[in-house]
């Protein structure tokens, strides 16, 4: 488990180095959730477009100098992989990422931009986390756990410590969940700040594993799920994000991926900001009614804007 000391470690570590971002509002946002006020913590302005580089740097900066001259390694669809291949560059480190043949194009060239070595794989075929494990045991280099890991949870846990200092008190905090890293870090923030505050998890309908797994008592692996929202095609929940989630947040829900696209396209046209389908994961959730918000102020992560113009356009459509 991690506490609000861990956190508020990270926000130190992070102080200058992240981005602060910024909480949009707006009227035309309230009234088309029913909300008394949304409040959305604008993530896919992040350093390296999402949430990820909270915790990435994070997990780079804790290490000895003797691990960072190992170099790090993880496995990650997109965000994470970018994430650390710019926290590695900043700490002058190399990176090396697994990432499946079929992420986002955007995101491979994004990572490798921050000089990040790219090994592909197939997520349907292949187990991700055998994957990692050997070839960390082959090169010597450090894991950095896109969510299973203390200090990257932590480290997304300042997202949440930002939104309760820049926008004072809330009703709900509605979470994206793929891994939990992000959920986990929020949701200690949150508990300990403001224990009055739901938290909520939202997940794509196509990957519940959350939800099978909270209802089952214990960790449930599904599919590799099919979803737009390539940020949550998760199996299994984290073994450590787990019970952090079990413990602290009030609830998990989910959306379709029809519900993602209408959600970013009303944040593009709305609120003038573009994300990726995660990102808008769970601001989908309040837009399709998944709990009632009436008379609350409910705090909303935008996660992620890793995404190009054309699959934008593909998906949102004219």
Not at 254 to 278: G, H, N, Q, Y
Request: with cysteine; aromatic share 4%.
């Amino acid at each position: 488990m991690i506490t609000l000391d861990d956190v508020q470690a990270a926000a130190g570590r992070l102080a200058g180095v992240a981005h602060r971002t910024p909480v949009l509002t707006g009227r035309l946002l309230d009234e088309a959730t029913g909300a008394a006020r949304v409040l959305l913590k604008a993530e896919n302005l992040q350093r390296a477009g999402a949430f990820k580089f909270r915790g990435a740097y994070n997990a780079v900066a804790a290490l000895t100098p003797a691990e960072r001259a190992r170099g790090v390694a993880t496995v990650s669809s997109g965000n994470h992989a970018g994430a650390l291949a710019l926290a590695a560059r900043l700490h002058e480190i190399p990176a090396v990422i697994l990432m499946p043949d079929d992420a986002p194009a955007g995101k491979l060239a994004a990572t490798a931009g921050y000089g990040a070595e790219i090994v592909p794989f197939d997520r349907y075929a292949q187990d991700r986390e055998e994957l990692l494990a050997a070839l960390v045991e082959e090169r010597g280099l450090v894991p950095i756990h896109p969510y299973d890991n203390l200090r990257v949870m932590a480290g997304q846990g300042t997202a949440a410590l930002e939104l309760l200092e820049d926008a004072g008190p809330l009703d709900v905090l509605l979470v994206c969940l793929g891994g939990g890293g992000l959920l986990s870090g929020c949701a200690t923030a949150i508990k300990a700040l403001s224990p009055e505050t739901r938290v909520i998890g939202v997940e794509p309908e196509e990957g519940d594993d959350f939800v099978r797994s909270l209802a089952a008592g214990e960790r449930v692996r599904i599919d590799v799920p099919r979803t737009i929202a390539d940020g949550q095609q998760l199996p299994i929940p984290g073994e450590l994000t787990f019970p952090v989630i079990r413990e602290l947040v009030d609830e998990v829900v989910t959306v379709s991926d029809a519900e993602i696209v209408d959600a970013m396209r009303l944040l593009f046209e709305r609120a003038k900001t573009v994300t990726e389908p995660s990102g808008a994961c769970a601001f989908a959730a309040l837009l399709a009614g998944r709990i009632d918000p009436t008379g609350l102020r409910v705090g909303v992560t935008l996660s992620g804007g890793n995404i190009t113009a054309a699959r934008f356009a593909e998906l949102v459509g004219p």
